[in-house]
């Protein structure tokens, strides 16, 4: 336990992890745009389908400080940002509390999009805070089980994506499913090097993260390939008419991948912590440009 001049103010706001929010934004921004783009763009549904995801991710972030902490995974050692559980900021039960409340939150907001969007919403409603909570709880945590990077994916892209798009238009559309990918793809690589950042500590905690299952070569491969996967998917939807040409000046975010991908090659440790950061911004700015892309071809 370590003392901190921290305000209890200046605490919550570590335990938040603001720099996370901007992967649970940028799926829904595109959801939104393609559901402008369609004519079925509901301006309640949507800021509501953004505040669920919002509070989703400050709940996460918060289970995961609190049961990495129950669990014995963090230790002194940890290489990543402060964890105040584990640090002594803030007491565990009012961790654990503040997640229950972000979690009800999320609930009684999603109950607008659940009596919009009927059956289909309040199953993956239920699905996300149940998944968001056997990410660091539970027998078989996903994130200790080299599952988190297919967590992410799934929840980030096309649950996050279709299901914006779904409580606005209350339709499906392939447009939808296929602009769901590359967001997807980032977030991912997110909780790439994330992992890769944490190889050393997970492994002593038996934590078997799929970084410490491949090893630090193939997990910097592995993250190169989910950037550069993005990027490689424009052409491609906007050559089988999925997509509008336009969709293509998200390529503009690419010299962000680059800087990316060599940082990843000559940093370790706590600097990856920069690395983390910048793709979660790349996340967000890819989006920002294929939401405005869609409007330009």
Not at 108 to 116: D, Q, S, T
Not at 189 to 208: F, P, S
Request: proline share 6%; charged share 10%.
């Amino acid at each position: 336990m370590i003392r901190s001049p921290l305000t209890r103010n200046g605490a919550w706001f570590l335990a938040v992890r603001p720099k996370t929010l901007p992967a649970a934004a940028a799926p829904v921004c595109i959801g939104i745009a393609l559901a402008v783009k369609a004519g079925g763009f509901h301006p309640v549904a949507a800021a509501a389908a953004l505040m669920v995801a919002l509070l989703l991710q400050i709940g996460v972030n918060l289970a995961n400080d609190y049961f990495d902490f129950k669990s014995g995974i963090d230790d002194c050692d940890r290489k990543g940002p402060v964890r105040v559980t584990q640090a002594g900021l803030i007491p565990p039960h009012r961790v654990r509390n503040a997640m229950l409340l972000c979690f009800t939150a999320a609930t009684c907001v999603g109950a607008y999009l659940m009596a919009r969007g009927g059956l289909p919403v309040a199953v993956i409603g239920l699905i996300s805070i149940l998944s968001a909570l056997a990410y660091s709880a539970g027998p078989y945590p996903i994130a200790s089980n080299g599952l988190g990077e297919v967590f992410a994916f799934l929840f980030f892209g096309p649950v996050a994506v279709c299901g914006t798009y779904y409580v606005q238009a209350l339709a499906l559309s392939w447009p939808a499913l296929a602009g769901s990918i590359p967001p997807g793809l980032l977030i991912a690589a997110i909780m790439v090097i994330n992992n890769l950042r944490d190889i050393a500590t997970d492994r002593a905690a038996g934590k078997h993260t799929l970084a410490v299952k491949i090893g630090p070569a193939r997990t910097i491969g592995f993250y190169i390939s989910l950037l550069l996967s993005s990027f490689f998917l424009l052409p491609v939807m906007g050559g089988t008419g999925l997509m509008p040409w336009g969709v293509l000046v998200a390529v503009l975010s690419f010299p962000m991948a680059a800087m990316l991908i060599r940082e990843t090659a000559r940093v370790t440790g706590e600097e990856l912590n920069r690395t983390l950061a910048g793709t979660a911004r790349l996340g967000l700015m890819f989006s920002l440009l294929f939401s405005l892309g869609l409007f330009i071809g």
